[in-house]
């Protein structure tokens, strides 16, 4: 006859064997990617400093992104594709354009590797409020990492790379 001590001590060495065998199994944690919300537009107009309704070329925006991460040796490395639109405004020119958007690692911040701006090329609408979406894909983040240091400890940042004048913009449009 088994006394329930013993039988209770035997599945707690059970259950304890089985999650140390679960611990294996475990599938890391990716680093979070995050679109800056700050940056997450860029607004193009005729003149820099006109900020007329009508002078507006167009606006891109980043709608969202996808993506994996595979873990090797030391690293994690991240790959994902990220998704935009574009909408012409009614000083709308057509044509292609590149737009520079940043990926970006803040707690490698002040390192200058820890930012790369990458172009994305883009097909301008030719007419007012027409909207074009596009796609760019294999985004590449390689990370570091120490001995038993986690990805999911870093953060991953996109956005457009928007000069003083586009940021104070995206800001009063936020606050309406």
Avoid: W
């Avoid at 679109?35 to 002078?55: C, I, Y």
């Avoid at 002040?110 to 074009?132: H, Y």
């Avoid at 570091?144 to 009063?172: H, M, T």
């Amino acid at each position: 006859m088994i006394r329930p001590l013993a039988l209770r001590a035997a599945l707690a060495v059970l259950a304890l064997a089985t999650l140390a065998g679960c611990k294996a199994n475990l599938v890391p944690m990716c680093p979070a990617v995050r679109v800056d919300n700050a940056t997450a537009s860029v607004t193009k107009f005729r003149d820099a400093s006109a900020r007329a309704p009508g002078d507006l070329e167009y606006r891109a925006d980043i709608l969202g992104f996808k993506g994996e991460c595979d873990f090797g040796k030391e690293k994690v490395d991240v790959t994902f594709s990220v998704d935009f639109a574009v909408t012409g405004g009614p000083a709308a020119k057509g044509g292609n354009a590149q737009l520079y958007y940043f990926v970006a690692i803040p707690q490698f911040f002040p390192d200058t590797n820890g930012k790369q701006v990458v172009i994305a090329r883009a097909r301008l609408p030719e007419r007012n409020a027409q909207r074009q979406t596009f796609t760019e894909n294999d985004v590449h983040v390689t990370i570091p990492l120490k001995k038993d240091q986690a990805g999911a400890a870093f953060d991953i940042y996109v956005g457009f790379q928007v000069d003083a004048a586009q940021l104070e913009y995206n800001r009063s449009q936020s606050t309406r």
